[in-house]
């Protein structure tokens, strides 16, 4: 039967081409999936970051410390990412737009703050990355990793820094330990020269204390002479102090005396000079008061005028608005439609005259003498009626302009005739003609109002011609034929001249209504600056600002008020500085008085003082004596009570500090030997300092002390060989699913034998296109996407099995559960893309991904994969799992198909559809 299976197979060019498919589904799966993520790694350098520098050199320690600049020359040449140099506003723009996944800011202050590690307070240095996770996230942690790379870069730099300055100051140390040797020595000999002092002090201590005891009689009998002074003493100090109060407030007295008197006297000069100032500018002040009282009445006067004449002038505005106004409502009235009407009928009338003439001309050109008789008639009444029609054109035309001009002639005399008008000077009554007749006057319009005149006149004289005409033929003697010529010529020249007439008229009609509308332009226009106001809206300003005016003038705080308050308020000034007047002459003469008195008296002071305070000197030393005397009485007795009392001390201290010398030379010895010994070990550290040779090589290792050795258990070269573990198995999962949806599974290719050839000519295709896609999967790879796996062989054994195995578990599910069966597993690959821990550890999963981790295929599938490309643990494992599901599936596939044998096969080894588990 598996020959029947084949051939049948192979005869159905359909199917054939479907599992050519089928095969090549895994291959797509992975080529295409893992050719975009195949070295992400390794393509970081193209991943766009941007470098904003804002960072400011500093000072420290005598040089420049610039770290953004440096860290800047660094990425320039580090390949690391693709680093682009921006300033702060194109960096933001780029990582919202996606143009740069990252942008890193090298803050101002970032060389200030490395340059605080010495201070009270160090600041750390900040350097800051922004990041768009929501433009590619991976991109975005890809980018984190290189910045805590150049973190570290840069805290090697500063800590190299800071060990070249740390190292430096070694070197300043080691000259400070020679100073201290120095100093040293110096202790010594001062130790040497102290123990010899100590020595002499102890002798002479000795001594003192046996002459104490000498002093101490001596002593006691001066306690008992001192009594009786102290007596004495005492008495004279008691009347001393009674005449010294005495004299002391007798010069006191005089003294003040002395200093008012002079005070006086300088006071009363000032006080002179003052009073004089003082009276002149009173004169002054008068003055000036009754001047600007004589000028009230005029002030009050010059406001009431002011009043009037801005009222007056805001009735004049007021009128000339009215007049403006009413100019061009008269000027509205002309402009109606109705007189349009007739200015076109008025046209009208003059075309069918003209065209009357034109006819008329025609008619007299036909003429011949032969029917001059019949013409008669009709040539009469056509004269008559266009010299009629004539006659009317050209007295309404004549009309038009003159009423045109008078009406507007009218309304500037009008005006000009106001009260408003008459308000004003004539020099602005001068202007306002001038402004009224350069835009309303004749001269606005002359060729208008002349050639309407002249149209007129033009038509009137024609009427003329054309009645003499008509009585000419009436009275004319027929016979005489001869004058014919001469109508024909007349006739001509009247046809000539209507053409003209009409031509004149149509623009002169133009020309009118042009020029009114012009003028009513100019009245009415409005507009916000006073160039593009017109007469009405102009005069509304005018009229408004003088209503401001007036209310300035005239209401309650304004002007007028304002005037009558300050004219009240100085003539009580006036009245005030009169009064001060009056008196300044009295006032001045009792300044002088005074002046006078006060010099006298200060010129007798002098004396006075001198003797008072010769008296109160000798009363003064008197007192300060006897006062000493008596304060010193009782130290007098209390000191000699100490003589004797200190005597016996001195001999006592005398003997204790004798004993303390001696202690103090000892200490002194021991002093000496502790200086020997610091002095030593100062040699000491300074040559060994001085011994200490530091490279660029000690710097180096304190910045960066540690060193980390990577050792891989096992090795993938790059991401899309570690991915492929995971999308192997996704690949021919899928390619499963598809076999088992378009290849007939149970319909055998000819007469069924027995269950076990049925079974395995439909069994060994299956098995058989799966061990294909397997194997063209993982050559594919090799040869497309440069698959290297460290056990090539082994990757394929086991791609082979996984997918034999996973064939085994479909061809069941399909054949009791058909279509169902494909979705069940389609479901269950969803659960196996999160339970096989394919991207990430399991132990980054949830708690369920952790409990159905053991029951997924894809977990040993993956397992297997990463063992055979790394070369990692066993695959035993993999290898019994999968050997499991294939023959536990593969034996309950046979069950099926022998149940299927003794139910759905006829007795002649036929199929028959539609039976049990169909």
């Given at each position: 039967?598996?020959?029947?299976?084949?051939k049948?197979?192979?005869?159905?060019?359909?199917?054939?081409?479907v599992?050519?498919?089928?095969?090549?589904?895994?291959?797509?799966?992975?080529?295409?999936?893992?050719?975009?993520?195949?070295?992400?790694?390794g393509?970081?350098?193209?991943?766009?970051?941007?470098?904003?520098n804002?960072?400011?050199?500093?000072?420290?320690?005598?040089?420049?410390?610039?770290?953004?600049?440096?860290?800047?020359?660094?990425?320039?040449?580090?390949?690391?990412?693709?680093?682009?140099?921006?300033?702060?506003?194109?960096a933001?723009?780029?990582?919202?737009?996606?143009?740069?996944?990252?942008?890193?800011?090298?803050?101002?202050?970032?060389?200030?703050?490395?340059?605080?590690?010495?201070?009270?307070?160090?600041?750390?240095m900040?350097?800051?990355?922004?990041?768009?996770?929501?433009?590619?996230?991976?991109?975005?942690?890809?980018?984190?990793?290189?910045?805590?790379?150049?973190?570290?870069?840069?805290?090697?730099?500063?800590?190299?820094?800071?060990?070249?300055?740390?190292?430096?100051?070694?070197?300043?140390?080691?000259?400070?330990?020679?100073?201290?040797v120095?100093?040293?020595?110096?202790?010594?000999?001062?130790?040497?020269?102290?123990s010899?002092?100590?020595?002499?002090?102890?002798?002479?201590?000795?001594k003192?204390?046996?002459?104490?005891?000498?002093?101490?009689?001596?002593?006691?009998?001066?306690?008992?002479?001192?009594?009786?002074?102290?007596?004495?003493?005492?008495?004279?100090?008691?009347?001393?102090?009674?005449?010294?109060t005495?004299?002391?407030?007798?010069?006191?007295?005089?003294?003040?005396?002395?200093?008012?008197?002079?005070?006086?006297?300088?006071?009363?000069?000032?006080?002179?000079?003052?009073?004089?100032?003082?009276?002149?500018?009173?004169?002054?002040?008068?003055?000036?008061?009754?001047?600007l009282?004589?000028?009230?009445?005029?002030?009050?006067?010059?406001?009431?005028?002011?009043?009037?004449?801005?009222?007056?002038?805001?009735?004049?505005?007021?009128?000339?608005?009215?007049?403006?106004?009413?100019?061009?409502?008269?000027?509205?009235?002309?402009?109606?439609?109705?007189?349009?009407?007739?200015?076109?009928?008025?046209?009208g009338?003059?075309?069918?005259?003209?065209?009357g003439?034109?006819?008329?001309?025609?008619?007299v050109?036909?003429?011949?003498?032969?029917?001059?008789?019949?013409?008669?008639?009709?040539?009469?009444?056509?004269?008559?009626?266009?010299?009629?029609?004539?006659?009317?054109?050209g007295?309404?035309?004549?009309?038009?302009?003159?009423?045109?001009?008078?009406?507007?002639?009218a309304?500037i005399?009008?005006?000009?005739s106001?009260?408003a008008?008459?308000?004003?000077?004539?020099?602005?009554?001068?202007?306002?003609?001038?402004?009224?007749?350069?835009?309303?006057?004749?001269?606005?319009?002359?060729?208008?109002?002349?050639?309407l005149?002249?149209?007129?006149?033009?038509l009137?004289?024609?009427?003329?011609?054309?009645?003499?005409?008509?009585?000419?033929?009436?009275?004319a003697?027929?016979?005489?034929?001869?004058?014919?010529?001469?109508?024909?010529?007349?006739?001509?020249?009247?046809?000539?001249?209507?053409?003209?007439?009409l031509?004149n008229?149509?623009?002169?009609?133009?020309q009118?209504?042009?020029?009114?509308?012009?003028?009513?332009?100019?009245?009415?226009?409005?507009?916000?600056?006073?160039?593009?106001?017109?007469?009405?809206?102009?005069?509304?300003a005018?009229?408004?600002?003088?209503?401001?005016?007036?209310?300035?003038?005239?209401?309650?705080?304004?002007?007028?008020?304002?005037?009558?308050?300050?004219?009240?308020?100085?003539?009580?000034?006036?009245?005030?500085?009169?009064?001060?007047?009056?008196?300044?002459?009295?006032?001045?003469?009792?300044?002088?008085?005074?002046?006078?008195?006060?010099?006298?008296?200060?010129?007798?002071?002098?004396?006075?003082?001198?003797?008072?305070?010769?008296?109160?000197?000798?009363a003064?030393?008197?007192?300060?004596?006897?006062?000493?005397?008596?304060?010193?009485?009782?130290k007098?007795?209390?000191?000699?009570?100490?003589?004797s009392d200190?005597?016996?001390?001195?001999?006592?201290?005398?003997?204790?500090?004798?004993?303390?010398?001696g202690?103090?030379?000892?200490?002194?010895?021991?002093?000496?030997?502790g200086?020997?010994?610091?002095?030593?070990?100062?040699?000491?550290g300074?040559?060994e300092?001085?011994?200490?040779?530091?490279?660029?090589?000690?710097?180096?290792?304190?910045?960066s002390?540690?060193?980390?050795?990577?050792?891989?258990?096992?090795?993938?070269?790059?991401?899309?060989?570690?991915?492929?573990?995971?999308?192997m198995?996704?690949?021919?999962?899928?390619?499963?699913?598809?076999?088992?949806?378009?290849?007939?599974?149970?319909?055998?290719?000819?007469?069924?034998?027995?269950?076990?050839?049925?079974?395995?000519?439909?069994?060994?295709?299956?098995?058989?296109?799966?061990?294909?896609?397997?194997?063209?999967?993982?050559?594919?790879?090799?040869?497309?996407?440069?698959?290297?796996?460290?056990?090539?062989?082994k990757?394929?054994?086991?791609a082979?099995l996984?997918?034999?195995?996973?064939?085994?578990?479909?061809?069941?599910?399909?054949?009791?559960?058909?279509?169902?069966g494909?979705?069940?597993?389609?479901?269950?690959?969803?659960?196996?893309?999160?339970?096989?821990?394919?991207?990430y550890?399991?132990?980054?999963?949830?708690?369920?991904?952790h409990?159905?981790?053991?029951?997924?295929?894809?977990?040993?599938?993956?397992?297997?994969?990463?063992?055979?490309?790394?070369s990692?643990?066993?695959?035993?494992?993999?290898?019994?799992?999968?050997?499991?599901?294939?023959?536990?599936?593969?034996?309950l596939?046979?069950?099926?198909?022998?149940?299927?044998?003794?139910?759905?096969?006829?007795?002649?080894?036929?199929?028959?559809?539609?039976t049990?588990?169909?």
């Amino acid at each position: 039967m598996l020959k029947n299976e084949l051939k049948s197979l192979w005869s159905n060019k359909f199917l054939v081409i479907v599992m050519i498919a089928i095969i090549a589904i895994p291959t797509i799966y992975t080529t295409i999936f893992l050719g975009s993520m195949w070295d992400p790694y390794g393509e970081v350098d193209h991943l766009p970051v941007a470098i904003v520098n804002n960072d400011k050199a500093v000072d420290y320690d005598g040089k420049t410390l610039n770290v953004g600049k440096e860290l800047i020359e660094n990425l320039r040449t580090n390949d690391s990412l693709d680093f682009n140099f921006v300033d702060a506003d194109q960096a933001q723009a780029g990582l919202k737009n996606g143009t740069y996944y990252m942008v890193i800011t090298i803050p101002e202050d970032f060389s200030y703050n490395a340059s605080t590690l010495m201070d009270e307070n160090p600041k750390k240095m900040e350097l800051k990355y922004d990041t768009n996770p929501g433009t590619n996230y991976i991109a975005s942690k890809m980018s984190e990793t290189a910045v805590s790379k150049i973190r570290t870069s840069v805290a090697e730099k500063v800590t190299k820094q800071y060990t070249e300055t740390v190292f430096d100051q070694l070197g300043t140390i080691g000259d400070g330990f020679d100073d201290a040797v120095d100093a040293t020595d110096k202790m010594s000999d001062g130790i040497d020269k102290l123990s010899d002092g100590n020595s002499k002090i102890k002798k002479n201590l000795n001594k003192l204390a046996s002459s104490s005891l000498t002093f101490k009689d001596g002593a006691e009998t001066l306690n008992v002479g001192l009594k009786t002074y102290t007596d004495g003493v005492s008495t004279v100090n008691s009347g001393a102090s009674q005449l010294k109060t005495g004299i002391s407030t007798l010069a006191n007295g005089t003294s003040t005396l002395a200093n008012g008197a002079t005070k006086l006297k300088n006071g009363s000069a000032t006080l002179n000079k003052g009073v004089n100032t003082y009276t002149n500018g009173v004169g002054q002040v008068y003055s000036g008061t009754k001047q600007l009282v004589a000028n009230n009445t005029t002030l009050n006067n010059g406001v009431e005028t002011l009043s009037s004449g801005v009222k007056t002038l805001k009735s004049g505005s007021n009128s000339i608005l009215t007049g403006l106004q009413t100019m061009s409502t008269t000027l509205g009235n002309s402009l109606t439609e109705e007189n349009t009407k007739k200015l076109n009928t008025l046209y009208g009338g003059i075309t069918t005259v003209n065209n009357g003439l034109q006819q008329l001309n025609t008619e007299v050109q036909k003429i011949d003498v032969s029917q001059v008789n019949t013409l008669v008639g009709s040539v009469k009444t056509s004269m008559t009626s266009v010299g009629t029609d004539a006659t009317k054109a050209g007295t309404k035309l004549a009309k038009v302009s003159d009423s045109m001009s008078t009406d507007i002639e009218a309304a500037i005399t009008a005006f000009a005739s106001s009260d408003a008008f008459k308000s004003l000077s004539p020099a602005d009554q001068g202007k306002v003609l001038d402004e009224l007749k350069s835009s309303f006057g004749p001269s606005k319009f002359p060729t208008t109002a002349e050639n309407l005149a002249n149209v007129g006149t033009d038509l009137q004289n024609v009427g003329k011609t054309l009645t003499g005409l008509q009585s000419s033929l009436e009275s004319a003697d027929l016979s005489a034929l001869s004058s014919v010529g001469t109508l024909k010529e007349k006739v001509q020249t009247l046809a000539t001249g209507g053409n003209t007439v009409l031509t004149n008229c149509d623009s002169v009609i133009k020309q009118q209504q042009t020029g009114l509308q012009t003028v009513k332009d100019a009245l009415d226009r409005e507009g916000k600056t006073a160039d593009k106001m017109g007469l009405i809206q102009g005069m509304k300003a005018v009229s408004a600002g003088l209503d401001q005016v007036d209310t300035g003038i005239n209401s309650k705080s304004g002007l007028k008020a304002g005037v009558k308050t300050y004219t009240g308020a100085v003539e009580t000034l006036h009245k005030g500085v009169t009064t001060l007047n009056s008196n300044s002459k009295a006032l001045k003469e009792g300044s002088g008085q005074l002046s006078s008195g006060l010099s006298t008296l200060t010129a007798k002071i002098p004396t006075l003082t001198s003797g008072v305070t010769k008296l109160n000197q000798g009363a003064t030393k008197l007192a300060d004596g006897t006062n000493k005397l008596v304060a010193n009485n009782s130290k007098l007795l209390s000191g000699v009570s100490q003589l004797s009392d200190g005597a016996t001390k001195i001999s006592d201290g005398s003997g204790k500090l004798a004993d303390a010398s001696g202690t103090l030379g000892k200490g002194l010895t021991t002093l000496n030997d502790g200086n020997t010994k610091l002095n030593d070990a100062l040699k000491d550290g300074s040559q060994e300092i001085k011994d200490k040779k530091t490279t660029n090589k000690t710097y180096k290792m304190f910045a960066s002390p540690v060193k980390a050795v990577k050792t891989e258990a096992t090795s993938v070269d790059n991401n899309g060989n570690a991915m492929a573990a995971y999308m192997m198995g996704v690949g021919l999962w899928v390619a499963c699913i598809a076999f088992t949806i378009m290849y007939p599974l149970l319909k055998p290719a000819g007469k069924v034998k027995n269950s076990v050839s049925w079974f395995l000519s439909k069994y060994a295709v299956g098995v058989t296109i799966a061990a294909a896609m397997a194997a063209f999967m993982v050559y594919m790879l090799k040869w497309v996407l440069g698959f290297n796996p460290a056990s090539f062989g082994k990757t394929l054994g086991m791609a082979m099995l996984a997918a034999i195995a996973f064939m085994s578990m479909f061809y069941f599910f399909n054949l009791i559960m058909g279509k169902v069966g494909s979705f069940i597993l389609l479901v269950f690959m969803v659960l196996q893309l999160g339970g096989s821990a394919g991207t990430y550890p399991l132990e980054l999963s949830g708690s369920f991904y952790h409990k159905i981790h053991p029951f997924m295929p894809f977990t040993y599938s993956v397992d297997a994969f990463r063992s055979t490309i790394a070369s990692g643990v066993s695959l035993a494992t993999p290898i019994k799992v999968f050997v499991g599901i294939f023959v536990v599936f593969s034996i309950l596939t046979y069950f099926v198909f022998a149940f299927k044998t003794k139910h759905a096969i006829n007795e002649e080894g036929e199929y028959v559809e539609g039976t049990v588990l169909e």
